[in-house]
């Protein structure tokens, strides 16, 4: 089985590659999250699956806030990254953050990521 690690292949670094993917296939909506998909471009790993991140500040304004979403989100791509279809995701914060604590907060966003992540791998496409 392959380690479950979140290398920097894994990741999107370019603005061009959130663009693509930014412009591609609405896959999920949920509460907190939207995630979108193009298809993987050829490159040094072809066929795998990468993770991009938009939480704007406008929905969430603290850094704390910014910062454990993101956490939450690596985390849940990390565990299942190997299951997914190859592409290019990216995980955008479409609303506003509610009055939460922290604890809750990241507990709320981790059950819709997981939701969101294991849909796609039981139906790639």
């Given at each position: 089985m392959?380690?479950?690690?979140?290398?920097?292949?894994?990741?999107?670094?370019?603005?061009?590659?959130?663009?693509?993917?930014?412009?591609?296939?609405?896959?999920?909506?949920g509460?907190?999250?939207?995630?979108?998909?193009?298809?993987?471009?050829?490159?040094?790993?072809?066929?795998?699956?990468?993770?991009?991140?938009?939480?704007?500040?406008?929905?969430?304004?603290?850094?704390?806030?910014?910062?454990?979403?993101?956490?939450?989100?690596?985390?849940?791509?990390?565990?299942?990254?190997?299951?997914?279809?190859?592409?290019?995701?990216?995980?955008?914060?479409?609303?506003?953050?509610?009055?939460?604590?922290l604890?809750?907060?990241k507990?709320?966003?981790?059950?819709?990521?997981?939701?969101?992540?294991?849909?796609?791998?039981?139906?790639?496409?």
């Open positions: 392959p380690r479950s690690t979140l290398p920097p292949e894994a990741r999107m670094h370019r603005p061009s590659e959130f663009a693509a993917a930014l412009k591609g296939r609405r896959l999920a909506r509460a907190f999250f939207m995630i979108t998909s193009a298809a993987a471009p050829a490159g040094p790993q072809p066929g795998r699956a990468r993770l991009g991140m938009v939480i704007a500040k406008r929905h969430a304004a603290r850094a704390a806030t910014r910062n454990a979403l993101k956490r939450v989100i690596r985390e849940a791509f990390r565990a299942r990254r190997h299951g997914l279809p190859p592409a290019d995701y990216v995980v955008r914060l479409h609303a506003r953050v509610p009055d939460l604590s604890t809750a907060l507990h709320a966003a981790r059950t819709e990521v997981d939701a969101h992540f294991g849909r796609l791998v039981r139906a790639p496409s």
